[in-house]
């Protein structure tokens, strides 16, 4: 073998709770504020990694900005000076909330209710080596189930009951047909003869 032939290594592995604590929620910005200022503000505080801004992908509101971003540090060190310099701080006509971005892996937010109690009682209760979640725990769930179908029975509900009388209302062909005024066949009238 020659050893004229280059040697990859593999990069070292990252912890992920690490990249969690150089990671920055900055949020509540302007509208009028451009990714470049926003860069350029948060280049101040340490060498960024990582920047992304959030934008609208489609509706109304396309290609702007959804009001928040993510900036990734070096280190935990100048991820936490910023957050600290930057919080609080009037931007345009806003004050910034800058946090440590963390993932949602642990919290259930966005979740139906049933998927909650769900992994909830999972938790908690003695888990059926044969379903997988215990009797106590499916119960739990199909009464967070009914309680949430009750509570938004509202919305479902329709009155059968006639909103008016019949022939009553202004759209009605029958009360139209009494209020209309006679149509004139000619397309315009002449008051005067041509000759």
């Known amino acids: 073998m020659t050893s004229d032939m280059p040697t ?6 990252q912890d992920p709770n690490a990249a969690d604590q150089c990671r920055l929620w900055i949020g509540n910005l302007d509208p009028r504020v451009t990714e470049f ?8 505080f340490g060498n960024l990694l990582k920047f992304d ?9 396309q290609g702007k900005h ?3 971003c993510f900036a990734t540090y070096e280190n935990k060190e100048e991820a936490s000076y910023a957050c600290q310099c930057l919080d609080g701080k009037l931007l345009l006509s ?4 800058v946090k440590l971005a963390h993932s949602d892996k642990d919290q259930n937010i966005g979740l139906p209710l049933t998927v909650k109690v769900l992994k909830e009682d999972a938790k908690l209760s003695n888990i059926d080596s044969n379903s997988g979640l215990s009797r106590e725990s499916k119960i739990r769930a199909i009464e967070a189930k009914l309680r949430a179908m009750e509570e ?6 329709y009155s059968l009951a006639p909103a008016a009388a019949p022939g009553t209302s202004k759209w009605c062909s029958s009360q139209m047909a009494t209020t ?5 066949t000619k397309p315009y ?3 005067f003869s041509k000759r």
Do not use: E, V
Request: net charge positive.
């Open 8 to 13: 990859y290594l593999p990069a070292p592995p």
């Open 37 to 44: 200022a926003l860069l350029k503000i948060l280049q101040k």
């Open 94 to 97: 806003k004050n910034l909330s």
């Open 152 to 157: 938004t029975q509202k919305d479902f509900t």
């Open 180 to 184: 209309r005024k006679p149509q004139n």
């Open 53 to 61: 801004l959030m934008y609208h992908k489609s509706g109304p509101d």
């Open 189 to 191: 009238r002449r008051t």
């Open 66 to 68: 959804r009001g928040y």
